[in-house]
């Protein structure tokens, strides 16, 4: 085996940015410690590791976003300090993070050029903009409408408006942190290539991803970080996926899916839906039975979280009914969703999960408030206590109860939030993208967390744009397009293939080609 890849033999010695003995601390809990790395001028280099292991942190030292505690960053080989991302951006180093961090009432185009807007004595200039902005589009293939506000589009949208501002910004060095968790894989296969023709005109990435098989394709070299310490640097070729999941968790992975919980045919339905319409959503018809996990499965955009919060009732219905254990939901209420054992995770930890700057223990305890209430005032001794347990029976790392939620990995909030609702000991409960932006050892644990609820007879509804995930977790599979529920595969014999005609419409199957129901 050659041991670089073409693309690095011509690089020049002197790196872009080192980072030299680099730590980090927050409080008196380190998330770096001394970490020396180098990254190659014109290269894509990978930073791996589970959630929780300073990767995104790295990253954020670097685009100015935090200051380290202890080290030295150089810059073309210079000691450089930054207090701010506008600090960095005059480098020429800029970052794309995981969570988003856009404008969200004003368009597509000044989202993309914000900070970096044409202008003439102070004033925009309009016309300049909308030129640079299409010439910009058409350069990406995005498909992005210029003026659409940023608001109003799904989180896979508004992902490529984060990346299409990097891309605007001319920088020389671009951190991806998690760049492609929303994308489906067209779209991600388009950035990769997008990645690889501006490597070739001289940009250099750092690229932060769970996707593994991703990672070995577009980096150059790699680093795993486990538990915020570096435990090597390779080159890509000389790595496989087996060999950086047993670097980033000091051990080999066992099955990716925990064994689907026994089912059995007689158990009875908790989560009835017949007539579902409103928005998108028409005519949906379904039922999930105690134990069992159902996969909602479709392309993005086919509908599937529009379903999930119909019947969460976070969205308006214009008709059809939804009940549990054979009681009726009140219509467009999501207080009444809970009240009657309904747990919702939603696509979106930042906008619609967690409240970010409150501690853990306040966000985990949220949806149960009135278990720990007497005469309607909390008492805080019981919540914190109640806290204290969930937080450890999901797993929690790196934090306490304490903690504000911002500072977690991202993983780490996913389980704050699987434990929120956990706490409600819901009989269904909606799982819209469980393990978006989540590490391989995060995901297994998460993976637990569903089957263990379900093993105890929740009913689980399960989304996810990762169809092997679909396939690994559920017992049967409801493929959606255009807000219905076109067919339904067996989740033991399905594939890829099968799912993807359903989707796309090609296969003129049905609910009733598809293979009875489970009954």
């Not at 007879?457 to 076109?486: C, K």
């Amino acid at each position: 085996m050659d041991s670089k890849p073409a693309a690095l033999k011509a690089l020049p010695a002197e790196p872009l940015v080192e980072f030299r003995g680099i730590a980090k601390s927050f409080g008196p809990v380190y998330v770096l410690s001394d970490i020396d790395l180098g990254i190659a001028r014109g290269s894509v280099h990978g930073l791996v590791g589970e959630n929780g292991a300073g990767k995104s942190t790295l990253g954020k030292i670097l685009g100015g976003v935090h200051r380290p505690s202890a080290g030295e960053l150089l810059v073309d080989g210079e000691p450089v300090t930054y207090s701010t991302p506008h600090d960095a951006l005059k480098d020429g180093l800029t970052m794309v993070a995981q969570e988003l961090c856009l404008v969200p009432n004003r368009s597509v185009m000044e989202n993309v050029l914000l900070g970096a807007e044409d202008r003439q004595l102070g004033l925009l200039r309009p016309g300049a903009m909308r030129k640079r902005f299409a010439d910009l589009e058409a350069r990406i293939g995005f498909g992005l409408a210029a003026n659409a506000p940023v608001g109003s589009l799904r989180l896979a949208e508004q992902q490529k408006v984060e990346i299409l501002r990097a891309i605007a910004r001319e920088a020389r060095l671009i951190v991806m942190d998690e760049p492609t968790a929303s994308l489906n894989d067209e779209d991600s296969r388009r950035l990769l290539e997008i990645i690889r023709r501006l490597r070739a005109e001289g940009t250099t990435f750092i690229y932060v991803s769970h996707n593994l098989a991703e990672v070995l394709e577009i980096c150059d070299r790699v680093t795993i970080l486990r538990d915020g310490r570096q435990v090597r640097t390779a080159e890509s070729g000389e790595e496989t996926p087996d060999s950086l999941v047993t670097g980033m968790i000091g051990r080999a992975l066992s099955a990716t899916f925990p064994h689907k919980p026994r089912l059995s045919r007689g158990a009875a339905k908790v989560l009835e839906v017949e007539g579902l319409t409103g928005g998108m959503v028409r005519n949906v018809n379904l039922s999930v039975r105690g134990g069992e996990i159902v996969g909602l499965a479709g392309l993005v955009g086919s509908g599937r979280s529009e379903i999930a919060h119909a019947i969460f009732g976070s969205d308006r219905r214009s008709r059809g009914t939804v009940r549990i254990d054979g009681t009726e939901v009140r219509p467009n209420s999501p207080r009444s969703a809970i009240r009657a054992g309904i747990g919702m995770v939603p696509e979106s930890r930042k906008d619609q999960g967690l409240v970010l700057g409150r501690p853990l223990g306040e966000n985990v305890t949220l949806a149960a408030l009135p278990d720990f209430a007497t005469a309607g005032v909390v008492r805080r001794s019981l919540e914190r206590r109640g806290a204290i347990s969930m937080l450890d029976e999901v797993g929690l790392r790196g934090g306490t109860a304490k903690t504000p939620a911002l500072n977690l990995s991202g993983g780490n909030q996913q389980k704050v939030l699987f434990g929120k609702w956990l706490f409600c000991r819901p009989r269904l409960l909606i799982a819209d993208e469980p393990t978006r932006g989540v590490d391989i050892g995060a995901k297994r644990a998460i993976y637990d967390l569903i089957v263990s609820l379900a093993a105890r007879g929740a009913a689980i509804l399960l989304i996810s744009s990762e169809l092997e995930e679909v396939f690994g977790l559920a017992h049967r599979v409801l493929v959606v397009r255009g807000g219905e529920v076109v067919g339904e595969l067996d989740g033991g014999e399905a594939d890829e293939e099968m799912l993807l005609r359903l989707a796309f419409g090609t296969s003129g199957a049905g609910p009733a080609d598809a293979g009875p129901p489970l009954s």
